[in-house]
């Protein structure tokens, strides 16, 4: 893996600036994204007693934070010879059981040749260290590649989507009961609910955003029913990473703690919300890319090899605008109750704010979605040899 600058000397911390492609930092389980900021995450302390819990020397090791890992928080380690490693305090939110998950799922795609960063043991045999700081920490090794915030062009929507096509078809036959269940995840139904339940009447900040998502779902065609399938979970595009050069060639699926059991249309479906809207999250003014929809779709359907049944097929668009309604649900409910999303105070006057106008945002991308899908589906059935 590259990245703009070696990871500081322990007495000080360097940043650089963040360009629109970041040189990323594969971390296995957080997409990585940018140059390491400099913050330490742990004291040198800490440093050297996982280090040496690892039985690697602490002597001369340089540690960075990297910028983008908000869930499990990711420090860039270099030893004094050279070595680099991915050592991650992990949320409170995942137990060790997230990590024989990890373990299970990355050992059975390096056994087929897939390129997947690997939980480092200790000594013991032990998957991951709960430090003096009362903390269960995990290392993992390096690979290298750069991530991205943005889909910059189509060319790669295509690649990444055909490495996430080669990641299904490498789990397909894999059987594995996951320790680890994210309770209610893609539950759509729930998550509009919970935008009711949320709402307070008269609200000037978000009581027209909540309406017109609440009036949105109504038209929200159903899925067909298919099958679960072993999925990433969280498809955004800084979960991937690809070669460091001017090819982008997709290279390995990050952030692995969100695995699990999905149907096509909720995975791919929320891929293709992060990476058709050029925007981002944090603006109303949204844009649907038909080209890089039109990239993905054909990468994807290029590499799968004839993984999908057709109802999965057939799920691709409805769960692409479904997804992308269900987040702007969930963004709406934060507006109200003011305490999940991270929010940014350099930008927005609150939290409350931010909220809605993700909200808003994702909502005009599931309408843009909505508004095509006759052109939408017509992409995916020619990419896929399939009449819709």
Request: proline share 6%; with cysteine.
């Amino acid at each position: 893996m590259s990245y703009s600058s070696d990871p500081a000397p322990r007495t000080e911390s360097r940043a650089k600036d963040r360009g629109a492609a970041f040189p990323g930092c594969a971390t296995g389980v957080c997409g990585v994204a940018g140059a390491p900021t400099g913050r330490p995450i742990c004291s040198l302390r800490v440093l050297d007693e996982l280090l040496a819990a690892y039985g690697l020397p602490p002597a001369g090791a340089a540690a960075q934070r990297a910028p983008s890992g908000l869930i499990q928080e990711t420090q860039l380690v270099r030893l004094a010879d050279g070595r680099r490693f991915v050592l991650q305090r992990m949320h409170p939110m995942f137990g060790p059981a997230v990590l024989d998950d990890i373990e299970a799922v990355t050992s059975h795609l390096a056994s087929v040749g897939l390129a997947t960063p690997r939980l480092v043991r200790t000594p013991g045999g032990e998957l991951g260290v709960h430090a003096s700081d009362g903390r269960l920490w995990r290392l993992l090794t390096f690979l290298d590649g750069r991530t991205y915030d943005r889909v910059l062009r189509p060319m790669l929507a295509a690649e990444g989507a055909a490495l996430v096509a080669r990641f299904h078809r490498a789990v397909a036959t894999f059987e594995h009961r996951f320790a680890f269940v994210r309770a209610g995840v893609h539950d759509t139904a729930a998550h509009l609910a919970k935008l009711e339940r949320a709402m307070v009447p008269g609200d000037p900040v978000v009581d027209d955003v909540a309406h017109a998502i609440l009036a949105e779902a109504a038209r929200l065609p159903t899925l067909p029913d298919a099958p679960t399938r072993i999925a990433h979970g969280d498809l955004k595009i800084s979960n991937l990473l690809f070669s460091d050069d001017e090819r982008d060639l997709g290279v390995a699926l990050l952030d692995l703690d969100t695995m699990g059991r999905l149907t096509i249309a909720y995975e791919l479906g929320d891929a293709l919300r992060s990476w058709c809207n050029p925007a981002g999250e944090d603006t109303p003014t949204t844009r649907l890319d038909l080209d890089v929809f039109r990239a993905a779709i054909s990468g994807y359907a290029g590499a799968s090899g004839g993984l999908l049944e057709a109802a999965e097929v057939a799920g691709i668009v409805p769960g692409f605008e479904t997804v992308a309604l269900e987040l702007a649900a969930r963004f709406c409910a934060d507006a109200y109750e003011d305490r999940y999303f991270g929010w940014d105070p350099t930008h927005f006057p609150s939290r409350r704010e931010h909220n809605r106008v993700r909200a808003a945002g994702q909502l005009r991308l599931a309408q843009l979605v909505g508004g095509a899908r006759a052109e939408l589906a017509a992409i995916v059935a020619a990419a896929f040899g399939r009449p819709h």
